[in-house]
């Protein structure tokens, strides 16, 4: 199975400050459809996770534009430009290249 | 809108059988293919069972196949887990999940899960 490795596992967050996560895979992830199938959800306490990325790089309609995604081949970054108190919670990034899909250990959001 | 509702967790003894549905409505059923994913307490996401969108193709992590069934009926939209032989390590809170249709492996929707706990 693919390996999904995110960093950090952790991080503290200033509100109306940037932050970045970082989830490599131990495959590429470049379909031999050309696509690259790398998705990023958010899974706030008690609740199911949310898609916010797929494709790398399209935001999912129901997630605010301040979150992005960008990467290529075995290394993506999700990145937040300007955190709110609402995005606290676990984020997962999910590869669907290869059966099964994988997810990361997920990187847990808490304001400082 | 999308909704996806999953029912018939519960607390059953090791090696016995259990079967979860998810019931489906705000979109067509018939066209997307569909997943089971589980949550271990305090852990990670797994994707255990995919099925196509008219149930012709049907994969299975290796931690639960020969033992779980993923099966669907179109015409009253509903996704089962038909689950045997269960173990302690199938504890899990268990969500049905919808593909985008576009590509690969992409979930774009949730349910809100069932728990399902293994013990003795």
């Known amino acids: 199975d693919v390996v999904m490795t995110q960093s950090p596992l952790s991080l503290p967050v200033t509100p109306g400050q940037p932050a970045a996560i970082s989830c490599r895979s131990s495959?590429?992830?470049?379909?031999?459809?050309?696509?690259?199938?790398l998705n990023w959800f958010h899974q706030r306490p008690g609740q199911s996770p949310r898609r916010l990325i797929y494709?790398?790089?399209n935001r999912d309609s129901r997630a605010p534009d301040r979150f992005s995604g960008s990467g290529s081949g075995t290394d993506f970054t999700l990145k937040i430009s300007r955190v709110e108190a609402e995005d606290v919670g676990v984020y997962y990034c999910?590869?669907?290249?290869?059966?099964?899909?994988?997810f990361g250990q997920g990187t847990k959001v808490e304001i400082k | 809108q999308v909704q996806l509702v999953e029912s018939g967790g519960g607390v059953v003894q090791p090696g016995r059988s259990l079967r979860l549905s998810c019931a489906a409505s705000?979109?067509?059923?018939?066209?997307?293919?569909m997943y089971w994913v589980r949550q271990a307490p305090g852990r990670g996401l797994e994707c255990v069972a995919v099925?196509?969108?008219?149930?012709?193709?049907?994969y299975y992590a290796d931690s639960v196949r020969g033992r779980f069934t993923i099966s669907r009926d179109n015409s009253n939209y509903t996704l089962y887990l038909q689950m045997n032989s269960l173990r302690a390590e199938d504890t899990a809170l268990y969500y049905c999940?919808?593909?985008?249709?576009?590509?690969?492996?992409?979930?774009?929707?949730w349910g809100q899960g069932t728990l399902v706990t293994v013990s003795s």
């Open positions: 999910m590869q669907g290249a290869r059966w099964p899909p994988t």
């Open positions: 099925i196509s969108y008219d149930g012709s193709e049907k």
């Open positions: 999940a919808r593909d985008q249709g576009d590509g690969y492996n992409q979930i774009d929707y």
């Open positions: 705000g979109f067509t059923f018939s066209t997307y293919s």
């Open positions: 494709k790398v790089s």
């Open positions: 495959q590429s992830l470049v379909h031999s459809d050309g696509n690259t199938y």
